[in-house]
């Protein structure tokens, strides 16, 4: 006969996690409780960036918020400069010429494909499918150097103006493009047979980090988070801008609303955005890049050095800033990872009177704790990974 085994106490163990972890980036603390390795409840400290973005906003001219909008997403920067120049053209009620609204789309879904291709590369090498990392970090370089080409820089870009962009497109930017997504199409389906009958990623990816369509929608959750769980949601579609409603592409949903869904869903929508791409290039008209309004852009370099009007102007632009009449508005574009809004108080003067931004990651973050109750520690590192959380953005 065997003797009774008592059982073993439960415990329950609180747990700081960050924000000095690698995975959380120096800007996000975890205050986990556990019960063995299984996550009771998570309380998610974020603020540990210090950015002060919006108030660093208020002191700046109109112009000069463009380079503090770069580094809200960094990893997806044009999207940040085309919303924030939408909001305040809104204001001005301008609309930029036909080839510039062409250009702003192409540049932003290379922009969402940098993105996309960051997140599933990092997320797969924190699984230990390093490869699929070095792959996709491959196809993101291609791509960044074509942002190269056309702005100057790879991430801190600066390239839109209010009242259009800051130069035309390359002569042979159509080839670079054309040559690049052939690269990068290559590259996706080589990480597609790596990972989709990879049967440890399925099952670290697969039925973790569930949340439901319910939950994601009372949370505000949007972009691949929330199509991730079957709602068709997408700023381009719901409120076109631009010139996104001459364009055919689809949404990509998921089902199960879980980490699997949400890497598919990424992956799925880089394929789209390469359609629009190639869409785009080949509707985009000819035609001026710029509004040729002087109250709202600088004059050309040669007007400033050679006539005293150009100076002037130009020194009235500069100094006091564009004249944005009075109001208030709040403008929404599609963002990497959902919708990404600008709010934005003018009281007539040269500088913003209030900037407050809707950052997704901000939003996602505050339901990290619903997709993560009732799974182990070790699911918290690529849930976190599926959120795909800027710290620039997130902490503001």
Known sequence: MKADIPELPLETMELQMGPSHPATHGTIKFNLKLEGEKVLDCDVEVGYLHRGFAKSCEQATWTQVIPYTDRLNYVSPLINNVGYALAVEKLLGVETPLRCQFIRVIMSELSRITDHLTCLGMAASELGAITVGFYLIEARELLLRIVEAVTGARLTISYTRIGGVKHDLPLDFTEQVHQAFLKVRRILADCDRLLSRNRIFIDRMSGVGVISQETAIAYGLTGPILRSTGVSYDVRKAQPYLVYDQLDFEVPLGTKGDNYDRFVCRMLEIEQSMRIVEQALKKMPLGPVLLED???????????????????????????????????????????????????????????????????????????????????????????????MIGGECDR
């Open 294 to 388: 002087p109250r709202i852009v600088i004059p050309e370099k040669d007007g400033v050095y050679n006539s005293i009007e150009g100076l002037m102007h130009h020194f009235k632009i500069i100094m006091e800033g564009i004249q944005v009449p009075p109001g208030e508005v709040y403008l929404a574009v599609e963002g990497g990872n959902g919708e990404l809004g600008f709010y934005i108080v003018s009281d007539g003067g040269g500088r913003p009177y209030r900037v407050r931004v809707r950052p997704p990651c901000f939003i996602a973050m505050s339901a990290f704790h619903e997709m993560i109750k009732g799974y182990m520690v070790a699911d918290i590192v690529p849930t976190f990974g599926m959120i795909n």
